[in-house]
């Protein structure tokens, strides 16, 4: 018991000074204020445009992975390697350079989805959303720029930046939203993008500082293509996936308001994300650095997955206990009828990410190919049947098929991993 006490000890110091702990915290607070932001525009909308913030949020948040090509993660693995700044750099300017190029395409192609109702045949989504797809270009830029401060680990200027540009952001949205409501949120939500891409570039030095330079090795496009397309992939796939329900229910459910609501619940569970970000950025250069040696690289997986486990259990229980309560004291039962759901939600969350350690892992690795293929087996078995669940069951068909995804993404990336394992050891 003491050997364990004393190992356990010595992880946390050694994730302490790793950073964890310190960006983590900043990131509490990041958590905070989003979180209290988040009730405040809640307060001030009404609940189906709550819905209706989620399902758009949703489609860029898909759209933006599109537009990376996954050159973001490519970016964080080769980037934290043993190479020359000089090297590093260029890798950055190539992936912005995809970043903008994609963001014009992108957008051309959602402007016509959504003029043509195929994004959502709701009409105020589909007359807001063109104003809302610009968000696209910072929130793609940003993938870049934040990989590269994970790859050279400067984990704490990163997670500073980020929480002073958090303080001036939700400042921003709940002027703009309580002065114009819905549509003042989305005129403001692309500023507040922009602010946070300037505010990141200001924190380079040297050669980074430069947003996009055309004078680098285009054999980068290559080496970066390589590892790009399994981890573009994995990431289609898994965001599909996870947000299945998302664009079910955008084409099934017309009731707006319940819609609303179920949104509304997704939207608090969605902040929990922090525990996992929190945890990855910390990890995968530590990952990426030791894929040249199993044995250490086993170690830290293992260290970090037993981290990973702990903090979602406890995210979980304490957010089941504490945020239904507050719920009800803040909105005086206007949102209610999202507690319903959130109590269920919350324990598809956990099941579902209670092993991302293993995909971070692999992707330090190198392996982006397995982490598809385990997406790929979820999204075929899981998206017909949240499909048909909603189909008979509605919003309740929705709840049964988080919790049935999450389940089979727990069980196939155990199997899977743990098969790669055996297969190194061997």
Not at 87 to 98: A, C, Q, R
Request: aromatic content about 16%.
């Amino acid at each position: 018991m003491k050997t364990f006490q004393i190992n356990y000890l010595r992880e946390i110091q050694a994730i302490t000074k790793k950073g964890f702990f310190h960006l983590f915290a900043v990131n509490g607070f990041i958590y905070i204020i989003g979180f209290v932001s988040q009730l405040f525009v809640a307060g001030i909308l009404d609940p189906a445009d709550i819905g209706r913030i989620k399902i758009m949020q949703t489609y860029i948040g898909f759209a933006a992975l599109l537009g990376g090509f996954g050159f973001n993660t490519s970016l964080l693995k080769l980037a934290s390697e043993q190479r020359s700044e000089e090297e590093k750099v260029d890798l950055l300017h190539l992936s912005m350079l995809v970043a903008t190029v994609s963001f014009f395409l992108l957008y051309l192609v959602l402007f016509f989805l959504s003029k043509t109702s195929l994004i959502s045949k709701d009409p105020k989504i589909a007359r807001l959303f063109p104003y809302y797809a610009l968000f696209l270009l910072p929130l793609i830029v940003q993938t870049m720029q934040l990989a590269y401060y994970q790859a050279i680990r400067e984990l704490k200027k990163m997670a500073v930046i980020q929480f002073y540009v958090k303080l001036i952001s939700v400042v921003l949205i709940l002027a703009s939203t309580y002065l114009f409501k819905f549509e003042g949120y989305v005129a403001i939500i692309s500023i507040t993008g922009f602010i946070s891409v300037i505010s990141l570039k200001k924190g380079l030095s040297g050669l980074a500082t430069k947003f996009v330079n055309l004078r680098f090795k285009f054999q980068y496009i290559i080496i970066m293509w390589k590892l790009a397309r399994y981890a573009l992939l994995a990431n289609l796939v898994g965001s599909l996936l996870y947000s299945a329900d998302i664009y079910i229910i955008n084409y099934l459910i017309e009731d707006r308001t319940e819609v609303g609501y179920y949104m509304f619940a997704l939207t608090i569970i969605s902040t929990y994300q922090i525990i996992i970000t929190s945890i990855q950025q910390v990890a995968f250069p530590f990952f990426s650095n030791k894929s040249d040696n199993p044995v250490n690289w086993l170690k830290s997986y293992k260290k970090y997955n037993r981290l990973n486990h702990y903090l979602l259990i406890i995210v979980c229980l304490a957010g089941i206990i504490i945020i239904p309560p507050l719920i009800k004291l803040v909105f005086s039962n206007k949102y209610n009828a999202s507690l319903n759901y959130f109590v269920f939600l919350s324990i598809a969350w956990m099941i579902h990410f209670l092993n991302s350690m293993k995909g971070t892992a692999l992707m330090g690795y190198g392996r982006f190919d397995i982490n598809f293929y385990i997406s790929l087996v979820g999204l075929v078995i899981c998206f017909p049947a949240i499909y048909f669940l909603i189909k008979l069951f509605g919003l309740k068909g929705a709840i049964i098929g988080r919790i049935i995804e999450g389940v089979i993404i727990y069980l196939s990336s155990y199997v899977v991993f743990h098969s790669f394992i055996k297969k190194i050891n061997a």
